[in-house]
């Protein structure tokens, strides 16, 4: 896996990135370029279109596929493993001979031209064509899908991601605090961020949340994994104007909007966030509070008693919708543990094992057979359910 790095020393004395380019449509940005820290993502950096300035450094990056791959795994699985972007550059070869040495380093780059590289017209990069670059493409506008930016990264810059519509994962860490006006606009496909911080630490996932009012699921990673889970709903914000004073009063719908302000001093407020959830009840759509209530059980993360019991009353209430979400996901382990905690009856996973069957999904069919027999066993060893009752 290649990547070419355009960037620019930045005022603290980091590395600033402005544009990159790679072979895949999965980045994981390097924690360094040239033995200097990345610090910052750059205005426009994955814009649709780029704002370069004349003079920029460009640096050439080759990584084996075993690292790419890993750290794409970490990012689907979301469990931590392999996401860190230290762990790339593992390895790298240099082509020529130029750059730092691997233990310096961690990567061995490919430098053009070394410091100062005269800067293409703006218009030249990303105006709406796949440029290439020695067989790699521009991550930029449609084609990236996810990145992972790495935790040196403090700041990032105005429309960074601008127009990135087909952006879905972004992974970052807790030292991204200082969020650029306008950096996720028109990512309409960014539904799900991974945040690699412990609790109890601060973040910026507040400053994100503010520039995002579409359903975006926020995966909290600590050094074992995923440690909390929350879903931030969609809200709508209007403008009524007021006559005559030509004064304008600001209408919200949606509790997804109350759900952002759930943080004390930059740290995410679990109680507080809990709180909504009675009256996204009459607000929200089935699909959005089912998500709510797996994500605070399945993750029960200062979870208190009270909302427990509302979460799970609302998910035994609504067992037909689960046992549809969880065949068309193909989620076995939701189903086992919808099980375990007494949500599902036996009349749901039977549900269960008529839709995996209507849709040709025998493995489901038959894991939830075992659960079947396993969580529900007939007393009479004969009157068991066998395929052939399905």
Not at 184 to 192: E, I
Not at 303 to 332: I, M, N, V
Not at 362 to 386: I, M
Request: aromatic share 10%; net charge negative; hydrophobic share 40%.
């Amino acid at each position: 896996m290649r990547y070419e790095i355009y960037w620019e020393l930045a005022a603290d004395g980091g590395a600033r990135i402005l544009r990159v380019y790679g072979t895949t449509p999965e980045a994981v940005l390097p924690k360094q370029i040239e033995g200097i820290p990345v610090t910052e993502i750059g205005a426009y950096c994955f814009a649709a279109q780029a704002r370069l300035p004349e003079n920029y450094n460009r640096t050439q990056i080759e990584m084996p596929d075993t690292a790419a791959e890993s750290a794409g795994a970490g990012m689907r699985s979301e469990t931590g493993a392999g996401m860190q972007p230290e762990s790339i550059g593992a390895g790298m070869r240099s082509e020529t001979g130029a750059g730092m040495q691997p233990e310096k380093t961690g990567m061995q780059a490919i430098v053009d031209g070394k410091k100062k590289v005269s800067g293409m017209q703006p218009e030249s990069i990303g105006a709406g064509t796949p440029l290439t670059v020695s067989g790699m493409r521009e991550l930029a506008g449609g084609y990236p899908t996810r990145i992972v930016i790495p935790d040196t990264v403090g700041k990032l810059g105005n429309f960074a991601f601008y127009n990135a519509v087909s952006l879905q994962t972004l992974a970052i860490g807790r030292r991204l605090t200082e969020i650029g006006s306008d950096a996720f606009m028109n990512c309409r496909n960014l539904h799900f961020l991974l945040l690699r911080c412990g609790r109890g630490e601060g973040s910026g996932l507040r400053q994100i949340l503010a520039q995002i009012s579409h359903d975006l699921e926020v995966s909290f990673v600590g050094e074992g994994g995923v440690w909390a889970k929350l879903l931030f709903p969609e809200y709508y914000e209007s403008y009524d104007e007021i006559a005559p004073a030509h004064l304008f009063g600001r209408n919200i719908e949606g509790e997804g909007f109350r759900a952002r302000q759930s943080f004390r001093d930059g740290v995410m407020d679990f109680a507080q966030y809990d709180v909504i959830f009675p009256k996204a009840c009459a607000e929200e759509r089935e699909e959005t509070l089912c998500g709510l209530a797996l994500n605070r059980l399945r993750y029960p993360v200062e979870l208190g008693e009270a909302p427990r019991r509302l979460y799970e009353e609302y998910l035994t209430a609504h067992a037909a919708a689960l046992c549809a979400l969880l065949t068309g996901e193909r989620d076995t382990e939701l189903a086992e543990f919808l099980c375990r905690e007494h949500i599902f009856a036996r009349a749901d996973l039977e549900r269960c094992i008529r839709y995996a069957a209507g849709d040709e999904w025998a493995e489901g069919s038959a894991y939830f057979l075992r659960l079947l027999n396993q969580y529900f066993p007939e007393k009479d060893v004969a009157s068991r359910y066998t395929f052939e009752d399905f």
